[in-house]
């Protein structure tokens, strides 16, 4: 089992939807989880993180964690077009020295106008 | 501006070249990461440092070298014995605490020719 897996994607949405993001992890000493939106070419950029189980709401992004099932998922509502990007989860296992995140793949996402 | 700078923003090696890729941070971070990120996949941590004059390998640090004399600067150093180094290159620093994020520079494309 791969540490960190992402849905292969891509995944494609109409404008104006919800799109769904799933990512599973393995090692249940994980202690927080990252969610990274990067743009063809350029650096991954933060959109949210995560420590405790339940939800967490940004806008129009909610992250929700489930620790006891291993998966971390990005909800993003009324989907627009300059959603369209990769997105990276990330899990950070370690502590202090040996903090480190370690990146699922990325799923592609095409919102379509 | 607080930020991470890269440089060069692109790069362009013949076989049997070594070539040092530039990474400063004004964010007074203590914990600073390289990673490498190829077509279609994640990134893979090649080396990090959590502070000053001490580094430790990632998962794939072979061919590669780095050096942490300063806080702000961390380069990295591609070797000829990395077979095959072209890709993308991603630095990235944070305050080094478990659960912090970690945010990322412009990156540099290295290409070998």
């Known amino acids: 089992q791969k540490e960190v897996e992402q849905n292969s994607g891509p995944l494609s949405v109409p404008e104006g939807a919800i799109a769904s993001l799933n990512c599973t992890y393995s090692?249940?000493?994980?202690?927080?989880f990252f969610w990274y939106r990067q743009y063809s070419g350029k650096s991954p950029e933060l959109i949210m993180f995560?420590?405790?189980?339940g939800d967490k709401e940004d806008g129009r992004f909610t992250a929700q964690l489930n620790k006891a099932s291993q998966y971390v998922s990005l909800l993003i509502r009324d989907s627009q077009p300059s959603d369209s990007a990769t997105y990276l989860c990330?899990?950070?296992?370690?502590?202090?020295?040996?903090?480190?995140?370690?990146f699922g793949k990325g799923i592609t996402l095409s919102v379509r106008p | 501006d607080g930020g991470i700078t890269q440089s060069p923003k692109y790069l362009f090696r013949k076989e049997g070249q070594n070539v040092t890729l530039s990474c400063e941070q004004n964010?007074?971070?203590?914990?600073m990461y390289w990673y490498r990120q190829d077509p279609g996949q994640g990134l893979r941590l090649i080396y990090y440092?959590?502070?000053?004059?001490?580094?430790q390998k990632g998962d794939i640090a072979e061919g590669y070298s780095v050096s942490r004399e300063k806080k702000e600067s961390f380069p990295l150093t591609v070797t000829s014995a990395q077979k095959n180094p072209t890709a993308f290159y991603l630095c990235?620093?944070?305050?080094?605490?478990?659960?912090?994020?970690?945010?990322f520079g412009p990156g540099t494309r290295l290409t070998v020719l």
């Open positions: 990330a899990v950070n296992k370690g502590a202090g020295a040996n903090s480190k995140l370690t």
């Open positions: 440092s959590q502070i000053v004059n001490d580094f």
């Open positions: 964010l007074n971070h203590d914990a």
């Open positions: 090692d249940r000493g994980s202690q927080s």
């Open positions: 990235a620093s944070s305050s080094g605490v478990a659960t912090d994020t970690q945010y």
């Open positions: 995560i420590y405790s189980n």
